[in-house]
């Protein structure tokens, strides 16, 4: 599935989110405190984005190094950015050393593992003590009237949207994926309970996007 949306992947992402989702991804970058000469991973990197924002801030000496499952998001990724590593890997197994990571992030693809506390370990295991562990992905909103919207949102138009682009079963994956994406609350305790400490998140976009953030402990 992954495959066959790569190439509307971009358009559709700045459609369907206004343009704000690379705001969302540097809020996510800032988040990991990676800085010069530090090594961080980007998980479920699909075309890239948050990798690429991540590499501005590790800068020539370090690396930003993007993994994904979807050979066809890899190359539109390398494609997007040359200088830059991107490989195949799966986010419940993977392919890296424990603690070889300053950071690792997943900016949209959590609500995709097969198995949410899997992934968040394993990410956990790639960072290093007192590295990070970023998360970014949608939420649903509690409170009307941005719940209402939201509903209308993800249940009638990105359907549509999906049906236009010639890939309805994606984005009807889509709009479920967000719908049973677990609460705030649920992936912090899920983070601690894969050995991550001082864990906060922030609610944003109106309240459809969250941002969390964890600290790896020795």
Known sequence: ???????????????????????????????????????????AAGTGDLTIELARRVGADG?????????????????????LR?????????PYEDGEFAAATVGFGARNFADLETGLREMARVVHPGGRVVVL????PARPPLSTFFRLWFDRAVPIIGRISGQPDAYRYLSRSVQRY???AVIAAHMAGCGMRDIRYVITGGGIVTLHVGTVTG
């Open 1 to 43: 599935m992954f495959d066959r949306i790569a190439a509307i992947y971009d358009p559709l992402n700045s459609l369907m989110t206004a343009g704000l989702h690379h705001h969302w991804r540097q809020r996510a970058a800032d988040l990991a405190e990676v800085g010069p000469g530090d090594r961080v991973l980007d998980v």
């Open 86 to 94: 991107f490989e195949h890997g799966d986010a419940l197994a993977l």
């Open 182 to 184: 677990p609460a705030p």
């Open 63 to 83: 690396e930003a190094l993007g993994c994904d499952f979807s050979d066809e998001m890899l190359r539109r990724a390398r494609r997007k950015a040359p200088d």
């Open 137 to 140: 992905d949608f939420t649903t």
